[in-house]
């Protein structure tokens, strides 16, 4: 190891030893078994697409194929819209709920033994971080069913004085960036209050959601219960436009959440949408700035940015500004980018070529329209989809990097006098899911949070997620709650 020079791109004269080289960490593939071809998980049982259609799931890592996934087209999704319906009459409504409740249980618990082997497979199929998936998405997918379980025997304690009926079949379609954790957020909340569910994993992260149907059948929940189909963007509008389907829950871009809202006008289905999102860090000059340094990183780069509630904005007062600036990208210096299965990684792949490509759009947006570029100095790996950590300085309120989600390691930086400037700035924009507020006065804090127009708002932390805690947007960024309390809601009728 040497002293290095100092650091020259933040131009600044700390220095710092960049000589480090960690040795490879990479957690092992040993123990976790994929099957090559998965067929749709309806009415307990996997089965082949009517269409015999597959599709390749690749490592974003290496881009090689690990797996090929069904896809279900109009047929299937009434097959298992039917199935998930007829368990609703005969089956599920009629358990009772202490019974509902050692099921999910149950889940959970089997979660929590095959911890490592899903951990795994969500790194090698999406291509976040060991880390993430081990010590975040992992654990809190278990834990939203141990939480969820034990709501199920007290309903009637959720919503005193009132009669919690179940609404049916729950139509579910989630995202990429947190395979495993969405459906846990789906399923869980809908199995407690007696639904049944027909759930759709995204196109590029189907398998983690496979692994848990077939857990789901190792539970011993009853046959269609739970169904799990797999495809594109047309299976998500087949569930959705399905008559049987009571309820829709969708997580996912906002364009696509305005169609499911178009598509179901008219109808009595029940919706709740999380959008994306365009959150704000804000530092004041009192903030413990290591710390709100630390919680940046955290809050942009962390799963490279594919975060609907990511800070992927940074709003930081005038007399801490070149301070916050310098750490943050001496911080960046160090930032591990690369093999997601190594534990030493701290930003993994990103999703698909496709988001790759956007990402890289909007850092050509952000020069062109004006703002500076800063790019931490890492070596990026040959093969597979890489960005790496992002600065925009100098940005205004109308810069696009500003006002739209890029959904990737990019932040756009902006500066602020007052305490009002902080506020106006952070909500000029059309999302409302989260924000952090960094200072070291419990009063400015209340101030702000009463002010923010956003779902959740972080103070002096970031990017912390509990099963007991709501989450859920303002404006572009949805309605509706999941977690916590709130997120029964959604699933009886009153
Ligand atoms: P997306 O393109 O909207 O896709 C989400 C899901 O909807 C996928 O399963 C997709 O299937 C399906 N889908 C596509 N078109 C559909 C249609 N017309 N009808 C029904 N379903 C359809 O979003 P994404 O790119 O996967 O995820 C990124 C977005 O999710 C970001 O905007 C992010 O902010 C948001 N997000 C929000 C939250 C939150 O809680 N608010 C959490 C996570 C992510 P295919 O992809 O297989 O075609
Ligand atoms: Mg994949």
Same mark, same amino acid.
């Given at each position: 190891m040497k002293k290095t020079e100092t650091s020259e791109r933040s131009g600044q004269s700390l220095s710092f030893f960049n000589g480090w080289k960690y040795a490879p960490a990479p957690e092992s593939k040993d123990h976790i078994s994929l099957k090559k071809q998965y067929g749709l998980f309806i009415n307990g049982e996997f089965v082949p697409p009517?269409?015999?259609?597959?599709?390749?799931?690749?490592?974003?890592?290496?881009?090689?194929? =690990?797996?090929?996934?069904?896809?279900?087209?109009?047929?299937?999704?009434?097959?298992?819209?039917?199935?998930?319906?007829?368990?609703?009459?005969?089956? $599920?409504?009629?358990?009772?709920?202490?019974?509902?409740?050692?099921?999910?249980? &149950?889940?959970?618990?089997? =979660?929590?033994?095959?911890?490592?082997?899903?951990?795994?497979?969500?790194?090698? #199929?999406?291509?976040?971080?060991?880390?993430?998936? &081990?010590? =975040?998405?992992?654990?809190?997918?278990?834990?939203?069913?141990?939480?969820?379980a034990g709501w199920a025997d007290k309903l009637n304690y959720a919503f005193p004085n009132r009669n919690p009926?179940?609404?049916?079949?729950?139509?579910?379609?989630?995202?990429?960036?947190?395979?495993?954790?969405?459906?846990? $957020?789906?399923?869980?909340?809908?199995?407690?209050?007696?639904?049944?569910?027909?759930?759709?994993?995204?196109? %590029?992260?189907?398998?983690?959601?496979?692994?848990?149907?077939?857990?789901?059948?190792? %539970?011993? *929940?009853? #046959?269609?219960?739970?169904?799990? /189909?797999?495809?594109?963007?047309?299976?998500?509008?087949?569930?959705?436009?399905?008559? @049987? /389907?009571?309820? /829709?829950?969708?997580?996912?871009?906002?364009?696509v959440g305005k169609l499911i809202q178009k598509a179901i006008a008219g109808t009595s289905k029940k919706l709740t949408l999380e959008l994306g999102g365009k959150a704000a860090n804000i530092v004041f000059?009192?903030?413990?700035?290591?710390?709100?340094?630390?919680?940046? =990183?955290?809050?942009?780069?962390?799963?490279?940015?594919?975060?609907?509630?990511?800070?992927? &904005?940074?709003? /930081?007062?005038?007399?801490?500004?070149?301070?916050?600036? &310098?750490? *943050? @990208?001496?911080?960046?210096?160090t930032l591990i980018v690369g093999d997601p299965m190594d534990k030493n990684t701290d930003i993994g792949a990103i999703n698909s070529k496709e988001q790759l490509l956007k990402i890289q759009e909007y850092i050509k947006i952000g020069v062109n329209d004006g703002a500076d570029l800063y790019q931490s100095s890492c070596e990026l790996p040959n093969k597979g989809f890489f960005c790496k950590p992002t600065l925009?300085?100098?940005? %205004?309120?109308?810069?696009?990097?500003?006002?739209?989600?890029?959904?990737?390691?990019?932040?756009?930086?902006?500066?602020?006098?007052?305490?009002?400037?902080?506020?106006?700035?952070?909500?000029?924009?059309?999302?409302? *899911?989260s924000a952090g507020i960094w200072t070291d006065k419990g009063s400015k804090i209340f101030n702000l949070t009463t002010k923010m127009r956003a779902g959740v708002v972080w103070a002096n932390t970031y990017n912390k997620f509990d099963p007991t805690s709501p989450f859920g947007g303002y404006k572009e960024s949805g309605f509706g709650r999941e977690g916590g309390l709130h997120g029964l809601l959604p699933y009886v009728s009153l």
């Open positions: 009517s269409s015999k259609k597959y599709f390749d799931t690749i490592n974003p890592a290496t881009e090689e194929k =690990i797996a090929e996934i069904a896809e279900a087209d109009e047929k299937d999704v009434d097959l298992a819209v039917n199935a998930a319906s007829k368990a609703y009459n005969n089956v $599920w409504k009629k358990t009772p709920p202490k019974e509902r409740a050692k099921y999910i249980y &149950r889940i959970a618990r089997m =979660i929590q033994e095959r911890a490592r082997e899903l951990a795994v497979i969500e790194t090698l #199929d999406g291509g976040k971080p060991i880390r993430e998936s &081990r010590d =975040i998405d992992v654990p809190l997918a278990a834990n939203h069913f141990f939480y969820y009926q179940p609404l049916g079949v729950a139509g579910q379609i989630i995202p990429w960036n947190f395979p495993l954790l969405m459906a846990a $957020w789906k399923i869980a909340p809908a199995l407690a209050t007696g639904n049944t569910v027909v759930l759709k994993p995204a196109e %590029s992260t189907s398998l983690t959601a496979l692994k848990l149907a077939e857990i789901i059948a190792e %539970s011993g *929940l009853p #046959d269609g219960v739970v169904n799990i /189909v797999t495809g594109f963007g047309k299976t998500g509008a087949a569930i959705v436009n399905h008559p @049987k /389907v009571n309820k /829709v829950a969708f997580t996912g871009s906002t364009d000059d009192d903030a413990p700035i290591d710390q709100a340094v630390e919680g940046i =990183i955290n809050g942009i780069f962390f799963n490279q940015g594919h975060v609907c509630c990511a800070g992927s &904005r940074l709003l /930081v007062q005038e007399g801490v500004a070149d301070i916050v600036i &310098r750490k *943050l @990208k001496d911080r960046m210096e925009f300085l100098n940005t %205004s309120q109308s810069h696009r990097v500003v006002q739209e989600e890029i959904f990737g390691p990019v932040l756009a930086v902006q500066t602020f006098r007052t305490v009002e400037e902080a506020i106006e700035k952070a909500n000029n924009i059309p999302y409302g *899911l």
